[in-house]
Structure formats: structure tokens, C-alpha cells
């Protein structure tokens, strides 16, 4: 395999973004990775330019709308550039990004048809897991304290339409008798929300959002780690978290994505429900067979570990480039 010189162009500013995590599975295909920040806010047209003057890159890589489109369309006469996004929706702005680049990557494999109208050189790259991001360290009885639960939700749980019907579920979980904890940004203080913030929901609350070993401790600690995506609809659009659950090791239960079987086997590497009722129904059973749940949980580790790190997405993505260019 070829090894590239790249600017990796993106937010750095949290420890959590993909930025991180494509940084570390490029560096560790043996590729030259120079990171760009933008993080706080989009940088002068100048910058870029001059840092790709001067480093002289195979390519650039961004995954959103780091800079005005231009700045793209000018970079390519110096070099390549490529995009990979991260969301499993078309926004008004993404198309002309979508046109300026070499190569396009959208994790969502039922928008692939939309995005070669626009670019043909468009391939789906489903996201990963980067291990060096989440520590395996000591579980102390605090922790246990804690992290402990049923069944566990990290995410959020806001006003925008995509959240709302989690709330239902989670909802439906808490009337199951099962004790749910969840984890994320805090509910937002409107007055709508009042009664979710004061109720079974808002006292289910953990506290805050986690990452990194807190993260770890969640998936290990919870019977039933539970996930919803936002399109499950769209063809293998699931997002990162599922990858990041089960290479920690959590038992995950999700929302069935179309196409989701091809990456990771309901029922042997992970387990998948399509409404309330089969959600609750799995969760009451699954509580009782700590065994299956661990087998289940242990292969869907193995898997990711073995298929599904970024090491291994990032070298999908070169062959990918190399067979091209």
C-alpha cells in the first residue's frame, strides 16, 4: 500500500471528534499527517494555502465546511482533496463540497446514489473505532457505584426533532421496570421540558456527557447498552457510536439500521429491535442471561477489533484512493 502526505483539515477542539481518530488510523498505516485546526472558528483563505504551499501534501482531507467552497476549488489545482462526512443527511451547503473534491466518503451507504449525481467518484466508508482514545484501566467500587445500570443511554436527549422520539423509548424502557441510566448533555431548560427534566427521565440522568474511560466504564458496567441512529432508514448509516460501544466491550442493543446485518450479525455480535414493543420485549429477556449477554457482547468486541478499528478504515480508504488515482 501507498503511504500519502496529508492535511487533515478539522475541528481538534474536543477530544471526542473524528478528527482524532482519523489522525490516528492514518499514522498508523505509516502516512504523514498534518493536522490543520480549525476549531476555532474557519481560518483565512491564506493559511491553508500557504500550509499546503509549503507541506506539500498527496492530498488534503476535510469532512465538512471548514472553509468556503473556493478555498477547496483553489487547493485542488495545487494538489488533491478529499472529504469524508460524517452525518447521514444531504444540508442545503453540502453539494458544491461534494463537487470541488477528487474523492467524496459519506458514511451512509443508501445516500451513495444521490452523491455520485454529484461527484462519481463517491464511495461509501462506513466510521470505526480508535482504541488509543478509550483506556482500559482499573474499575474501582466508585466506579460500579456509579456506572452501574440496566440499561445505560449516552446521547442526547434535546428539543430537535431527532431527539424527541428518544425519549419516548427511554420512556418505555424506565415503564419496563428496568433501571435505566443515561448519560449526555444536559436536557435544555425550556419550559416544555419541565416536565421531562422533573420526571422518571430527567431523575435517570447520570449528571454529564462522557468520553474516554468514562465512556469504557459505561459500556462494561450496563447490562444492556442501548442506541437509537437518526436514520435508521438509510441504508448502513450507522454512526460511530456503535463501533465505539462494542470495541469497549458493551452489550449493544440498537434500533435496526437497513443493511446493519452486513456489518455486525444481530443476535451473535450485537442485537437489534424495529419498535418499542420489541425493544422493551429484548431488554426484559436479555436482563435475565447474563451468559448470552456476554458471549454476544465478547464476539462483537472481537469483531470490531479485528474489522472495525480506523487502522483498518483508513487503509480501506487508501486502496480505495490508490485503485483511483
Same mark, same amino acid.
Request: hydrophobic content about 40%; glycine content about 6%.
Given at each position: 500500500?501507498?503511504?500519502?502526505?496529508?492535511?487533515?483539515?478539522?475541528?481538534?477542539?474536543?477530544?471526542?471528534?473524528?478528527?482524532?481518530?482519523?489522525?490516528?488510523?492514518?499514522?498508523?498505516?505509516?502516512?504523514?499527517?498534518?493536522?490543520?485546526?480549525?476549531?476555532?472558528?474557519?481560518?483565512?483563505?491564506?493559511?491553508?494555502?500557504?500550509?499546503?504551499?509549503?507541506?506539500?501534501?498527496?492530498?488534503?482531507?476535510?469532512?465538512?465546511?471548514?472553509?468556503?467552497?473556493?478555498?477547496?476549488?483553489?487547493?485542488?489545482?495545487?494538489?488533491?482533496?478529499?472529504?469524508?462526512?460524517?452525518?447521514?443527511?444531504?444540508?442545503?451547503?453540502?453539494?458544491?463540497?461534494?463537487?470541488?473534491?477528487?474523492?467524496?466518503?459519506?458514511?451512509?451507504?443508501?445516500?451513495?446514489?444521490?452523491?455520485?449525481?454529484?461527484?462519481?467518484?463517491?464511495?461509501?466508508?462506513?466510521?470505526?473505532?480508535?482504541?488509543?482514545?478509550?483506556?482500559?484501566?482499573?474499575?474501582?467500587?466508585?466506579?460500579?457505584?456509579?456506572?452501574?445500570?440496566?440499561?445505560?443511554?449516552?446521547?442526547?436527549?434535546?428539543?430537535?426533532?431527532?431527539?424527541?422520539?428518544?425519549?419516548?423509548?427511554?420512556?418505555?424502557?424506565?415503564?419496563?421496570?428496568?433501571?435505566?441510566?443515561?448519560?449526555?448533555?444536559?436536557?435544555?431548560?425550556?419550559?416544555?421540558?419541565?416536565?421531562?427534566?422533573?420526571?422518571?427521565?430527567?431523575?435517570?440522568?447520570?449528571?454529564?456527557?462522557?468520553?474516554?474511560?468514562?465512556?469504557? #466504564? +459505561? =459500556?462494561?458496567?450496563?447490562?444492556?447498552?442501548?442506541?437509537? $441512529?437518526?436514520?435508521? *432508514?438509510? %441504508?448502513?448509516?450507522?454512526? &460511530?457510536?456503535?463501533?465505539?460501544?462494542?470495541?469497549?466491550?458493551?452489550?449493544?442493543?440498537?434500533?435496526?439500521?437497513?443493511?446493519?446485518?452486513?456489518?455486525?450479525?444481530?443476535?451473535?455480535?450485537?442485537?437489534?429491535?424495529?419498535?418499542?414493543?420489541?425493544?422493551?420485549?429484548?431488554?426484559?429477556?436479555?436482563?435475565?442471561?447474563?451468559?448470552?449477554?456476554? #458471549? +454476544? =457482547?465478547?464476539?462483537?468486541?472481537?469483531?470490531?477489533?479485528? $474489522?472495525?478499528?480506523? *487502522?483498518? %478504515?483508513?487503509?480501506?480508504? &487508501?486502496?480505495?484512493?490508490?485503485?483511483?488515482?
Amino acid at each position: 500500500m501507498r503511504t500519502y502526505r496529508l492535511i487533515l483539515v478539522a475541528d481538534y477542539g474536543r477530544p471526542w471528534n473524528n478528527a482524532w481518530f482519523y489522525k490516528a488510523g492514518f499514522e498508523r498505516n505509516g502516512h504523514t499527517v498534518m493536522t490543520f485546526d480549525t476549531s476555532s472558528g474557519k481560518p483565512s483563505e491564506e493559511t491553508i494555502l500557504k500550509a499546503a504551499a509549503d507541506f506539500k501534501p498527496d492530498f488534503v482531507l476535510h469532512t465538512k465546511d471548514e472553509f468556503p467552497v473556493h478555498v477547496f476549488e483553489k487547493l485542488r489545482k495545487a494538489t488533491k482533496v478529499v472529504q469524508w462526512y460524517p452525518d447521514p443527511v444531504i444540508p442545503d451547503w453540502l453539494p458544491p463540497y461534494v463537487k470541488a473534491c477528487d474523492s467524496f466518503f459519506t458514511m451512509s451507504e443508501g445516500l451513495l446514489e444521490e452523491f455520485r449525481k454529484m461527484n462519481p467518484k463517491s464511495y461509501w466508508l462506513t466510521q470505526a473505532f480508535e482504541p488509543s482514545c478509550f483506556p482500559v484501566k482499573e474499575v474501582s467500587d466508585e466506579d460500579r457505584k456509579t456506572f452501574s445500570a440496566d440499561v445505560a443511554f449516552v446521547g442526547n436527549l434535546g428539543s430537535k426533532p431527532q431527539y424527541q422520539s428518544r425519549r419516548g423509548s427511554l420512556e418505555a424502557v424506565i415503564a419496563s421496570g428496568a433501571r435505566l441510566k443515561w448519560w449526555g448533555p444536559k436536557i435544555p431548560w425550556k419550559l416544555a421540558n419541565i416536565p421531562l427534566i422533573y420526571g422518571r427521565i430527567g431523575r435517570a440522568y447520570g449528571g454529564r456527557f462522557v468520553w474516554g474511560e468514562e465512556y469504557v #466504564k +459505561i =459500556a462494561q458496567l450496563s447490562k444492556i447498552f442501548l442506541a437509537f $441512529d437518526s436514520r435508521p *432508514e438509510i %441504508r448502513k448509516s450507522m454512526s &460511530a457510536r456503535m463501533y465505539t460501544a462494542v470495541g469497549c466491550g458493551a452489550f449493544y442493543m440498537c434500533q435496526h439500521v437497513d443493511g446493519i446485518e452486513e456489518v455486525l450479525v444481530p443476535d451473535k455480535e450485537i442485537v437489534t429491535f424495529r419498535n418499542h414493543d420489541e425493544m422493551v420485549e429484548k431488554i426484559i429477556c436479555y436482563l435475565s442471561r447474563d451468559d448470552l449477554r456476554k #458471549k +454476544i =457482547a465478547e464476539a462483537g468486541q472481537k469483531r470490531v477489533l479485528q $474489522d472495525h478499528t480506523y *487502522e483498518v %478504515r483508513i487503509r480501506q480508504m &487508501a486502496y480505495i484512493m490508490e485503485d483511483m488515482w
